[in-house]
C-alpha cells in the first residue's frame, strides 16, 4: 500500500536558520502530496499542495516541489521563525482513497 | 463559513462509561473522517464515511462506533470507554479529490 516516511524530529534550528524536512512517498500511482502544519494545542491546517509532477507548493515561505523520480516532497523554508515552531506532516492522497500520513516532524525554533 | 467544528473540546470519563463526539461540518462535503492521534504514533485513522448513510473502517476501529445520518454530521461513539482511548480525536472532512479540512480536536482522558 502507499506510505510516506518523514524525518525523525525533533528538528531544532535557531531564527534564520534555512530548514529542510525530508519526505518520500511510496504509491504505485500518481498521488496528490501535501505538507500539514500542526500548531500547538491545534489540529491541522493545510501549508501546501502540489498535484502532479514538478508542481511546486509554496505558502508562507515555506516551498515544497513534487519530485516523481526521486519521490520526493521535501518542505524548505529560507528563514524560519520562532513562530514557525509546529508539527508538519507530510501526507498524500491517490483519487477517492483515504488519505496517508507520516509520523510528522516537530521544529523548534529558538530566538 | 465555520468550517468543521468538534464538540467537546475535553472530556474526562471512567472506565466504562460511553459517550459521543459530534463533528459537523459546513462546506458540503462527502468524505468525513475520524482520525486519533497519541504521541509518537502521528495520525491512525479510525473510521470513515464516503457519504451520507455510509460508513466504513479504517486502521484501528476495535471499540468505537459511528454514523452518518445526516451529511454534515459525523458522530463518533465510544460504548464502553478504556484508558487505551486516552487521545486526541481529530475530525476531518474533504470533498472528493480536494484538500482535507480538520477541526481543532477533542482531548479524551479515560480514568
Known amino acids: 500500500g502507499d506510505s510516506v516516511t518523514q524525518m525523525e524530529g525533533p528538528v531544532t534550528l535557531s531564527e534564520e536558520a534555512f530548514l529542510t524536512i525530508n519526505c518520500t512517498y511510496t504509491a504505485t500511482g500518481y498521488p496528490s502530496l501535501f505538507w500539514y502544519v500542526q500548531y500547538p494545542g491545534e489540529g491541522l491546517q493545510l501549508l501546501l499542495k502540489a498535484t502532479k509532477a514538478d508542481d511546486k507548493g509554496s505558502n508562507k515561505g515555506f516551498e515544497a516541489t513534487y519530485r516523481k523520480e526521486t519521490t520526493s516532497f521535501h518542505l524548505e523554508k529560507g528563514s524560519v521563525q520562532v513562530s514557525d515552531s509546529a508539527v508538519y506532516f507530510c501526507a498524500l492522497v491517490q483519487g477517492y482513497s483515504t488519505l496517508t500520513f507520516g509520523k510528522g516532524t516537530m521544529l523548534l525554533v529558538s530566538p | ?111
Open chain 2, 1 to 111: 463559513n465555520a468550517g468543521v467544528t468538534q464538540t467537546p473540546k475535553f472530556r474526562v470519563l471512567k472506565t466504562g462509561q460511553s459517550m459521543t463526539l459530534l463533528c459537523a461540518q459546513d462546506m458540503n462535503h462527502e468524505y468525513m473522517y475520524w482520525y486519533r492521534q497519541d504521541p509518537g504514533m502521528g495520525l491512525r485513522l479510525i473510521h470513515y464515511s464516503v457519504g451520507e448513510g455510509t460508513t466504513a473502517k479504517g486502521e484501528v476501529p476495535d471499540g468505537y462506533n459511528v454514523s452518518r445520518l445526516k451529511k454534515q454530521n459525523f458522530l463518533l461513539g465510544l460504548e464502553s470507554a478504556a484508558p487505551s482511548q486516552t487521545s486526541v480525536y481529530f475530525c476531518a472532512s474533504r470533498m472528493m479529490t480536494d484538500t482535507q479540512y480538520f477541526g481543532p480536536g477533542t482531548r479524551l482522558t479515560v480514568l
